[in-house]
């Protein structure tokens, strides 16, 4: 198998070119506004004419490119690909989260939505995260048993497999099993979040036996990690399936230790869930459709929202990432995450008044809010009425065949490692996705997100995502696979992305690299990365934007498709993230 690789290249332990990690190398900043060398070509994508994955770990995306080279389609290598991170990326990567998965498949021109987000156990209820005086109580819901919803990626990788796929189970789990057996050498990247989260992932003892050595340091660079009771759980997923998970020897010990510590998941919770297959949103921008994640995502609908919005001003001639196309990105995005607090949760316990919010006439109606002169308080900005008009740690990939079939995936434990907490005897993580409820209205989650009613605690319900896997089609056919982690800021990284390829004609890699900002209406803020122009920036202060500087923002995997070819784009934000083509 032959791997394409970017035209620079840095020294890893395998001696692979990671795919984009260009802004390092650079003079500046890797997020510093540089027009002129986003336009010149010196940031080139991967390309292939075959076919391409990005994701944020180098021997995830080996695998998937693999997979596609033994004749295997998009689907059978997201699978592979998905299964391989909750190996080799345990603070995102799972078999004890859930996620979203969208689905093209050329064959029937069909594009799909696989909702596998966790569901709260049928014990769940709507106080259970208040103390004695009605306050929220962190500690429970993010790190504490209760913290943990039903799992769904299992559920849903196998459905994905069992109807779009064309290998067997144990085929395309094959790496992820060996990954785990025979273990693998730590990365810089692995080794970094595992001392930043040291005190987190030693709380518990079957955690620190995994991840710690007997001196009780994290692991290091090139130290094997072996995780053998995990590889145990995915020879058991590879043979039984979906009852080798959800119903026999895995479930009984998921259970035993909510049993022992609190927790609520018991086998019925298991047994029942579904992943489900779902509509995806659709809107269009400058003559593209778009389509993305429906509800219990906010992400596609108020990545619609806001595309809609800035549809109305001629971005291009602004300038990329110019004080006026800052300033109008800004608001748009207040305008949307406004409308998220009232309007989003599950669709199976609220009406989401989708066809709204993804509007045109809605978006008109929102666009003449924003002043071009004036940045809008938060505080003068209340959630709109879409009715009328009816008619931080997450990780993704995205990956493109030669048959015309792409899939964009984003699934995440919540936060990073989620609640810290490993089953015993089975090596998976457990997700705290619970705090992704509205705990109390109004009260900021571990994002700072704010909601309401839509978005309480209820059996059976999924919380509220910002995940946002993304397709982007040109005259019918797949063009861009995109999607990021990063929380709340996941939406926003994903719109930018688009910007910057349909409005500043970026090629992939420079659309990746470019300087990002987020606003999220609460609190009132304006972040920006490192690197903002300083006449942009003093712009923007001009008009009453209180600037934030801010961490690197999200980590966008993306794969376009032209007739040519493939190419592909993995974050540098990322320290190992890769792309590659076969």
């Known amino acids: 198998m032959r791997f394409l690789k970017n035209q620079f290249r840095k020294a890893l332990p395998t001696g692979v070119a990671v795919g984009l990690l260009l802004g390092l190398f650079c003079g500046n900043a890797w997020g510093q506004e540089s027009p002129a060398l986003s336009s010149s070509g010196r940031f080139q994508p ?20 693999e997979i596609l080279d033994r004749g295997g389609n998009a689907v059978d290598a997201a699978v592979a690909v998905g299964f391989a991170l909750a190996v080799t990326l345990p603070e995102a990567g799972n078999l004890g989260g859930g ?5 093209h498949m050329a064959r029937t ?5 696989i909702d596998y987000r966790e ?16 306050n929220p109580d962190p500690e429970k819901s993010r790190f504490h048993h ?21 290998l067997p189970l144990i085929e395309v789990m094959a790496p992820a099993i060996r990954l785990a057996d025979e273990g693998f050498p730590v990365s810089p990247s692995l080794s970094s979040t595992l001392a930043e989260e040291t005190e987190l992932l030693q709380r518990r003892p079957e955690t620190r036996k995994i991840f710690f050595k007997e001196n009780g340091g994290p692991l290091q660079p090139r130290d094997l990690l072996v995780q053998k009771d995990l590889a145990r759980t995915l020879r058991e997923i590879a043979v039984e399936g979906r009852t080798g998970f959800y119903e026999k ?4 010990d998921i259970v035993r230790d909510m049993q022992a510590n609190g927790g609520l998941i018991a086998l019925a919770d298991l047994k029942n869930y579904r992943a489900v297959l779902r509509d995806p949103v659709r809107g269009t921008y400058r003559g593209y459709e778009i389509v993305s994640m429906p509800p219990p995502s906010s992400g596609g609908i108020h990545l619609i929202q806001m595309l809609n919005i800035l549809e109305g001003f001629p971005l291009a001639n602004f300038g990329y990432n110019s004080g006026k196309t800052l300033h109008v990105m800004a608001e748009t995005m207040k305008l949307a995450y406004a409308d998220r607090s009232r309007h989003l949760g599950d669709p199976e316990f609220w009406h989401v008044p989708a066809p709204g919010l993804i509007s045109k006439t809605y978006a008109d109606f929102l666009r003449g809010k924003i002043d071009l002169n004036r940045a809008r308080p938060s505080r003068e900005i209340q959630p709109g009425n879409p009715i009328p008009y009816e008619g931080r740690e997450t990780t993704h990939f995205s990956i493109m065949d030669n048959q015309g079939n792409a899939v964009s995936n984003t699934y995440s434990l919540n936060t990073r490692y989620g609640s810290g907490i490993v089953v015993p005897g089975t090596g998976i993580l457990l997700n705290n996705t619970m705090d992704d409820f509205s705990v109390k209205p109004g009260v900021p989650n571990a994002y700072g997100l704010v909601g309401g009613k839509a978005n309480e605690v209820a059996p059976g319900k999924r919380p509220l995502s910002s995940m946002c896997p993304t397709l982007v089609f040109k005259e019918g056919q797949p063009f861009l696979a995109t999607g990021s982690p990063g929380g709340s800021q996941i939406i926003t990284t994903t719109l930018q992305v688009i910007l910057n390829v349909i409005d500043h004609g970026m090629n992939l890699a420079a659309a990746t690299n470019g300087l990002r900002i987020h606003h999220q209406w609460l609190p009132d803020e304006l972040k920006v990365e490192p690197g903002l122009d300083p006449r942009a920036k ?21 794969v376009i498709g032209t007739k040519e070819g493939f190419y592909g784009a993995a974050d540098p934000r990322r320290p190992g993230s890769m792309a590659a083509g076969y």
């Open 46 to 65: 991967v390309f292939s004419s075959n076919g391409m994955v990005a994701t944020q770990e180098e021997q995830a995306t080996r695998i998937g490119a």
């Open 99 to 103: 996620g979203f998965m969208l689905v």
């Open 109 to 113: 021109g069909e594009t799909v939505a």
């Open 119 to 134: 569901q709260a156990p049928a014990a769940a209820r709507r106080d259970m995260f208040l103390d004695a005086k009605k």
């Open 146 to 166: 209760l913290s943990a919803g039903i799992p769904g990626t299992v559920a849903g990788f196998l459905l994905a497999l069992d109807r779009y796929g064309t």
């Open 249 to 252: 020897r895995i479930a009984s």
């Open 538 to 558: 003093r712009y923007l202060e001009e008009r009453g934007h209180p600037l934030v500087v801010s961490s690197p923002m999200g980590a966008a995997m993306s």
